[in-house]
């Protein structure tokens, strides 16, 4: 393969140039097997280590389970609020101009910036029991800080860029041309947005969607923080792997760090490889 | 001359459509980002400056506050220069050579940006923590400590962070024209000279932005770092588990203030890193010459 490349560019293969090849290409292989590799390998060596059935106990702890599906409750909340809303940004960031507009489109990447944990804390600040919504929350009874809509809402802030940097793009170079051919037919608002606009966006809605699930499944700073972790009330699965780690509940602890790290693994991959075969 | 024809057909699109539904759909995005973005920025930062800039400035001049940022930036720092090199050099590898399994290689790539970070955490402290057969002979046999001690949290943010150089580095070096490395070979130039003197120079901006995004997503990192680096003031304390620990201990004044300066480090890179970018429209190669 050199050998043929080195003759495309006109430069003999030499035997400096084909070792300087390979000493890199062993050197990259290297790190990233010791940087990435090798750990994932021992995450899953050792939550097999004590055999399946050992795993199978771990996980089927009434706590675990309770922990998981908050997680994928609080997951599917979030996706749902972000097809609503988030769509609704995108379009507004695209179609409409108003003054602040371009202020508000660079504050959208904001929560990749901001650490999880200061996420949780503005949540604090807000909505906890010297917060500034404290006495509204004790006027309507509505728990939010240690409780599943803080948590919720922690996850919508720091997974918010994903929907809509996803929409924008498309949105722009989708154009408005159709939408216009579509209303002068005669099609109403909605009609032109279900009809025209929306299989347009399809893909930038799948990549969005599944993007966000996956961070909402792995995310830990901010909700830890915003609900405190109460096992069995409001542990999520990550936290549930803090927790049993400090407990020193190692299968338990690497069961469920495997089981998360998959299932965002599949989630991701899967949107790159539809993403890559499209184009 | 797209853009005048498309302004024009914009705002004719915006007096065909019913005037009701263009303001729900801005009011819904607003009221959105207002209470998801607007507010909690406002009210930390209100917050944080509430003893002014002096009470920020006590706040981290505890000894435990001081340890904690200085560990967070001199383990960022060390991690971004690593990262620089070895992203560097894998973009190189990926895009110039051709070797089996590359596919996959440049898949791997990816996989930091795929796994939440507190797995990440957990799989670092599976392979180099005490119990492991590597980290107990590191240990004992050459005396070095990765779980709980600064090395396991630059191993941990390079693994967070080693998709960012790559990816930025990579497209550049793709979009590269080799004539002037082969003109520069005809004339006799070393393949190390090649490398720094025409490779090198284009890739500098694209480097330097992702080497910048890595740090200021070092500076914020908690999962994988809370769980390779523990909790222990003064030895492997970061800022964002600093942080944590205030907010847990019931001293969010504290924590605030400690925040503001982690925001303030993290907008100034983000907003250094859009500065440097190449303006819209121009290939990036061109604008570095």
């Not at chain 2, 024009?8 to 915006?14: I, T």
């Not at chain 2, 930062?45 to 002014?52: L, P, V």
């Not at chain 2, 050459?142 to 080693?162: E, H, K, N, Q, S």
């Not at chain 2, 024209?177 to 500098?204: C, H, M, S, Y």
Request: overall charge positive; proline content about 5%; aromatic content about 10%.
């Amino acid at each position: 393969m050199s050998v043929a490349l080195d003759s495309q560019l006109g430069r003999p293969a030499t035997r400096v140039g084909i070792w300087r090849r390979r000493i890199l290409i062993g050197i990259v292989v290297t790190y990233m097997a010791i940087l990435i590799l090798a750990p994932i390998g021992a995450l899953i060596q050792g939550a097999f280590a004590n055999g399946l059935g050992a795993m199978f106990t771990a996980l089927n702890d009434p706590d675990v389970l309770s922990a998981f599906w908050r997680t994928l409750l609080i997951a599917a909340i979030t996706i749902v609020v972000h097809v609503i809303c988030g769509t609704a940004v995108a379009w507004v960031l695209v179609r409409h101009r108003f003054p602040g507009r371009r202020l508000l489109n660079g504050l959208i990447d904001l929560p990749f910036a901001i650490s999880p944990v200061i996420a949780g804390l503005m949540l604090i600040l807000l909505f906890g029991r010297r917060g500034i919504f404290a006495p509204l929350i004790e006027a309507t009874g509505v728990q939010i800080a240690f409780a599943l809509p803080g948590m919720i809402i922690a996850t919508l802030f720091v997974t918010l860029p994903f929907m809509v940097r996803e929409l924008m793009p498309v949105l722009e170079a989708f154009g408005i041309e159709q939408e216009q051919a579509a209303s002068t037919l005669g099609a109403s608002g909605w009609q032109t947005f279900r009809l025209v606009t929306f299989p347009a966006l399809r893909w930038g809605f799948i990549y969005g969607l599944t993007l966000t699930f996956a961070r909402a499944l792995g995310e830990f700073g901010a909700v830890l923080v915003v609900s405190g972790g109460v096992q069995g009330r409001t542990e999520t699965a990550t936290m549930y792997v803090f927790r049993a780690l400090d407990e020193r509940q190692y299968t338990g602890a690497y069961s469920a760090a495997l089981v998360l790290g998959l299932f965002s693994l599949v989630l991701v991959m899967g949107a790159e490889i539809l993403r890559r075969r499209e184009r | 001359m797209t853009t005048i024809t498309s302004t024009r057909y914009r705002a004719a699109r915006e007096r065909s459509s019913l005037p009701w539904g263009r303001w729900g759909v801005r009011t819904v995005a607003l009221t959105y980002l207002t209470v998801m973005l607007i507010l909690p920025l406002a009210v930390i930062i209100q917050y944080g400056f509430q003893d002014g800039l002096g009470g920020i400035w006590n706040a981290i001049n505890q000894p435990v506050a001081r340890h904690a940022l200085w560990l967070t930036l001199w383990t960022a720092a060390v991690m971004a220069l690593i990262n620089a090199v070895m992203g560097t050099l894998t973009a190189y590898v990926l895009v110039r050579y051709s070797f089996p399994g590359k596919a996959l290689l440049n898949g791997v790539v990816d996989l930091p940006f795929a796994i939440p970070t507190l797995v990440t955490g957990v799989t670092l402290v599976v392979l180099y923590g005490p119990q492991s057969a590597i980290g107990a002979w590191l240990e004992n046999e050459l005396g070095w400590r990765i779980i709980f001690a600064p090395p396991g949290i630059i191993i941990a943010l390079l693994f967070v962070a080693f998709p960012f150089v790559v990816r930025t580095v990579q497209p550049v070096l793709e979009s590269l024209d080799r004539d002037q490395e082969e003109a520069a070979a005809t004339l006799g130039a070393g393949a190390w000279t090649i490398f720094r003197r025409v490779t090198l120079p284009p890739l500098l901006m694209p480097l330097i932005s992702g080497t910048l995004l890595s740090f200021a997503r070092a500076i914020g990192e908690f999962g994988a770092i809370v769980i390779v680096a523990g909790n222990i003031p003064r030895r492997s304390q970061t800022a964002a588990v600093y942080v944590f620990g205030q907010v847990e201990a019931g001293y969010p004044d504290i924590a605030s203030a400690v925040s503001i300066v982690m925001l303030a480090i993290a907008f100034g890179l983000v907003l250094l890193v859009d500065y440097l970018q190449p303006r819209r429209g121009k290939p990036a190669a061109e604008e570095a010459q």
